[in-house]
């Protein structure tokens, strides 16, 4: 296909996009924003909420805004994150980061499954849930091994290696749904059926497929999940995150954080702690006001547009990313670090290229006369590129494709030294 064609086709899958008005509803700029993924752009609505609970309800209504409208934020917010991951609203908690929820459902896990010692994941999770999960060996559960499933291709472990590993002394079994290089997406029902077979206990890492993919948390017979709200849900840096328990679980596992917010009567200041015993038994300390309110706005917009809607523009824009990938980029020595097939892929795309690091701060930091594009970068070679339907243009992927070819063609990255930035 010509450029002049891939123009045209892009040209008509943007006017032609149903959700193309959500775009609209996010601050925009002139760059093009690839990392949703990271960090979601921010909803023109959350600015003026902030505003209003920063001046009003803190300002004004001080301490009585605890009653008039905080204590009652997190069941409220944690109902609409419910809706986007397909679970019972009496079954998520928000609060926290998604780290502590792991180690809360994580330490609860293993203390359940007292009579196993096994707990497997695999070598493309995200970092911090395997140093939690190092921790928990190291100063609570002496004689647990953790089995860190290698991949082959860098890509995805195979559901054959992961029945093969599970076995009956597996007390936990815990993946990313999606991975955050290669954003392959695994089987959840599948999964979790063969962690049933051998009585295993699993928790999802939803923190790039909720708000980016259909999750679908019960219909999937999941136990246990966590997930953030910063990326694809747009919640705002270090926003909340939540947690996801399996109703007939809930009174099974205990929170080993033992603190005011779960107790079952906070305000009666009682030296005794009883658990609640509902999904807000996983609470610990107040919740974080100011944060929390604001995710309300990007779930709102998530929510209205529905999630099986923004999986279906998702799958469009990568499929059609793919193509401009594969017709200009692989000739220049890139290859393709994701999934071809969608079925098993999330919302971003991963290309690698030996210098991929500078070709990243070339997109970012252009020559002039051209727009910024935003991407981000993770070791040893990734370019991630995320795609996020909701502000994303057909249009947008085209140009960043060409763009790429041509500060490769012409060695623009060549301006940039190899050290690292702090935040890639
Ligand atoms: C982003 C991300 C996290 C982040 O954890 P925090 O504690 O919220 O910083 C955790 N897990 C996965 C899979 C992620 O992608």
């Known amino acids: 296909m010509s450029l002049a064609d891939f123009q045209q086709k892009a040209e008509t899958l943007d006017k032609s996009d149903k959700l193309a008005s959500f775009r609209n509803q996010f601050i925009q700029n002139e760059e093009i924003y690839l990392d949703g993924n990271s960090l979601g752009r921010l909803p023109k609505q959350s600015l003026e909420l902030s505003k209003e609970i920063i001046e009003n309800q803190w300002g004004n209504r001080l301490i009585r805004s605890w009653n008039e409208q905080w204590l ?246 990568s499929n059609f990313f793919i193509e401009l990938i594969q017709e200009y980029l692989l000739p220049l020595g890139f290859s393709i670090a994701s999934p071809l097939d969608v079925n098993y892929r999330g919302s971003h795309i991963s290309i690698q290229h030996d210098e991929g690091y500078r070709i990243n701060r070339a997109m970012i930091e252009p020559l002039s006369g051209n727009r910024s594009i935003i991407p981000d970068f993770r070791p040893p070679n990734n370019i991630r590129l995320g795609i996020a339907p909701l502000y994303n243009t057909f249009t947008e992927l085209l140009e960043t494709v060409i763009r790429i070819e041509k500060i490769v063609s012409e060695k623009e990255y060549e301006r940039f030294g190899i050290e690292k930035l702090a935040v890639t």
């Open 72 to 317: 009652d934020l997190p069941n409220r917010i944690g109902t609409k994150i419910a809706k986007i991951v397909g679970a019972r609203p009496d079954e998520i908690f928000v609060g926290d980061s998604t780290s502590i929820n792991f180690y809360k459902l994580a330490f609860a896990v293993l203390n359940y499954q007292q009579f196993k010692n096994k707990i497997i994941t695999d070598s493309l999770n995200f970092p911090t849930d395997i140093y939690v999960l190092q921790g928990l060996i190291n100063q609570q559960f002496k004689n647990h091994q953790l089995q860190i499933l290698e991949s082959k291709n860098g890509i995805n472990i195979s559901e054959d290696e992961i029945e093969a590993a599970l076995d009956g002394s597996t007390a936990l079994l815990t993946l990313s749904h999606v991975l955050f290089k290669s954003a392959y997406k695994y089987d959840m029902l599948k999964i979790n059926q063969l962690a049933r077979k051998k009585e295993a206990l699993v928790i999802w890492d939803l923190s790039h497929s909720a708000g980016s993919v259909p999750v679908n948390l019960n219909e999937n017979n999941a136990d246990l999940a966590v997930g953030c709200t910063y990326k694809y849900l747009n919640g705002g840096p270090g926003a909340p995150a939540f947690l996801y328990v399996r109703k007939e679980l809930q009174e099974k596992l205990i929170n080993p954080i033992w603190a005011w917010f779960s107790h079952e009567n906070p305000f009666e200041f009682s030296l005794a702690y009883s658990s609640k015993n509902n999904i807000q038994k996983f609470a610990a300390g107040t919740p974080t006001v100011l944060s929390l309110a604001a995710t309300e706005p990007g779930l709102d917009l998530l929510i209205e547009a529905g999630i099986e809607n923004l999986r279906e523009k998702s799958i469009a824009q």
